[in-house]
Structure formats: structure tokens, C-alpha cells
T-cell receptor
Framework: EAGVAQSPRYKIIEKRQSVAFWCNPISGHATLYWYQQILGQGPKLLIQFQNNGVVDDSQLPKDRFSAERLKGVDSTLKIQPAKLEDSAVYLC?????????????FGPGTRLTVL | AQSVSQHNHHVILSEAASLELGCNYSYGGTVNLFWYVQYPGQHLQLLLKYFSGDPLVKGIKGFEAEFIKSKFSFNLRKPSVQWSDTAEYFCAVRSGGGADGLTFGKGTHLIIQP
């Protein structure tokens, strides 16, 4: 079974530029998550999708971050404009949501550096 | 709101030593608990999880964890560590019964010296 795919793996941009990340979850997984992991900290949930609908985006900085999952499969996360403090690894995870035995599987992440 | 506290940010052990990594969480309701590991250059992988039942859960590579509800703890243990256990370890919590996002601790960087 193929895992969660993410691209690009690395991205370097200057502040105030825009950037987009892509995620393709494990086939058949209905739930998709985006996390932000700043150096020295654990991942922090940004947004959760169930199929193509948003379940939780309470921690997403909506003035600059946006995400979509139009067809309920792959997803993109965008930052516009980027700030220095957005430098982090952006992780995508997916789960099949089989009731209470749900487990999240993580992709390799995209490391963003904002100069 | 949920929170997770991992007591040790950096741990250095010699091979064959015993390991215990502390994890405490704050959440009043039913919880699901997880330990994830990130080996150098690799992505986060699930070590073990607790949903319900026997509070002593066993995971991959000889790891186990014990859920102590009265102490809000879910400590990770391994009786004899190997050099290949060098990695970052994250404890995570989620409200039970759903597919909500996880709340992670800050992680423990474990270095095993040969």
C-alpha cells in the first residue's frame, strides 16, 4: 500500500511570496489533515478535511493560509503572503476513519524556509 | 483544550540500557493515546496506540506503554535499547471515539550510544 505523498519536499522562498504544498493521501482514506511542525516542537493541527468538507480549521491562520480538497482526494495548502515565522515542516496525514480505531498515517513533509 | 507534556527533551543512553519516556496529558474525557517515532531522515511512524481495554499496550520493535488514568500518563518503555532506536519520539492525544486531529507533545530526542 502506497503511503501519503507530499511535494515538494523542500521549498525556499522570500517573505511576502506565496507558496503551495500538495498532498495525496492513502487510497480510500476519507480524512485528511495538515499539520505545521516548527523546529523543536511537535506537530500542530492546521486543518482537517472529511472527504471534501472542512471539519476543523480553528487553528488555521486564515488571513494568510488556505487549503482545499476539491474532489475529496488530494489537497493543497497555500500560504500567501509568507512570513518568517512560517518556516516549518508541513505534514500531511490521512486516516480511513473507521470509528474509534482510526489511526493517522503521515507523509514525509515539506520543509519550508522563509528568508 | 488538550495539552501534552513530555518531560525530557533530550535523553542519552547506552545500548542495552532500559528506557522510559514520560508523557502526561490534560483532558477530562475519554482519550486515545499514541506514541509516534521519527527516525533520522524519515517520516513520523506509529509506534503504538491506546484506545481502550488493557492499559498496557505493546507496539513495534519491543516498545510498550502503560496508560495510567489516575495520573493522566502514558509513559513509553523499552527494557533494552539499541543504537537503531536513536530517533525523535512524540506522544499525542486525541479525544476518544472520533477522528479528530492529534495534539502532540514537543518530543523527546533520544540518542543511543554504542
Amino acid at each position: 500500500e502506497a503511503g501519503v505523498a507530499q511535494s515538494p519536499r523542500y521549498k525556499i522562498i522570500e517573505k511576502r511570496q506565496s507558496v503551495a504544498f500538495w498532498c495525496n493521501p492513502i487510497s480510500g482514506h476519507a480524512t485528511l489533515y495538515w499539520y505545521q511542525q516548527i523546529l523543536g516542537q511537535g506537530p500542530k493541527l492546521l486543518i482537517q478535511f472529511q472527504n471534501n468538507g472542512v471539519v476543523d480549521d480553528s487553528q488555521l491562520p486564515k488571513d494568510r493560509f488556505s487549503a482545499e480538497r476539491l474532489k475529496g482526494v488530494d489537497s493543497t495548502l497555500k500560504i500567501q503572503p509568507a512570513k518568517l515565522e512560517d518556516s516549518a515542516v508541513y505534514l500531511c496525514a490521512s486516516s480511513s476513519r473507521q470509528g474509534s480505531t482510526d489511526t493517522q498515517y503521515f507523509g514525509p513533509g515539506t520543509r519550508l524556509t522563509v528568508l | 483544550a488538550q495539552s501534552v507534556s513530555q518531560h525530557n527533551h533530550h535523553v542519552i543512553l547506552s545500548e542495552a540500557a532500559s528506557l522510559e519516556l514520560g508523557c502526561n496529558y490534560s483532558y477530562g474525557g475519554t482519550v486515545n493515546l499514541f506514541w509516534y517515532v521519527q527516525y533520522p531522515g524519515q517520516h513520523l511512524q506509529l509506534l503504538l496506540k491506546y484506545f481502550s481495554g488493557d492499559p498496557l499496550v505493546k507496539g513495534i520493535k519491543g516498545f510498550e506503554a502503560e496508560f495510567i488514568k489516575s495520573k493522566f500518563s502514558f509513559n513509553l518503555r523499552k527494557p533494552s535499547v539499541q543504537w537503531s532506536d536513536t530517533a525523535e519520539y512524540f506522544c499525542a492525544v486525541r479525544s476518544g471515539g472520533g477522528a479528530d486531529g492529534l495534539t502532540f507533545g514537543k518530543g523527546t530526542h533520544l540518542i543511543i550510544q554504542p
